[in-house]
Nanobody
Framework: QVQLVESGGGLVQAGGSLRLSCAAS????????MAWYRQAPGKEREVVAT???????YLADSVKGRFTISRDNAQNTVSLQMNSLKPEDTAVYYC????????????WGQGTQVTVSS
């Protein structure tokens, strides 16, 4: 059974930093691209960052220069380092996994709340 478990969310002041982690189990991690999505109240879920099995990364324009995505294939984890946080970054952040042979994210975590106060 595949499980993605996020951790690291919380309340932080604007300008602060948080590091989210996602621990994956039940899958061959090296065969999966990983992503972080977020959903703010009243808004659609949006992609924040992705990282391929080979380490190629994508960052949404809204977080470029502030967020970094990384993965540790030995530990089956993916992380999102978030710096210079803004109130508009407030959302539930979700970890997701996509198999190399798939065109959609098949597995999702339960989400972790990030709240940035002004």
């Amino acid at each position: 059974q595949v499980q993605l478990v996020e951790s690291g969310g919380g309340l932080v002041q604007a300008g602060g930093s948080l590091r989210l982690s996602c621990a994956a189990s039940g899958l061959s991690f090296g065969n999966y691209a990983m992503a972080w999505y977020r959903q703010a109240p009243g808004k659609e879920r949006e992609v924040v960052a992705t990282i391929t099995s080979g380490g190629g990364t994508y960052l949404a324009d809204s977080v470029k220069g502030r967020f970094t995505i990384s993965r540790d294939n030995a530990q089956n984890t993916v992380s999102l380092q978030m710096n210079s946080l803004k109130p508009e970054d407030t959302a539930v952040y979700y970890c997701a996994a996509r198999a190399r042979w798939s065109n959609k994210y098949d597995y999702w975590g339960q989400g972790t709340q990030v709240t940035v106060s002004s």
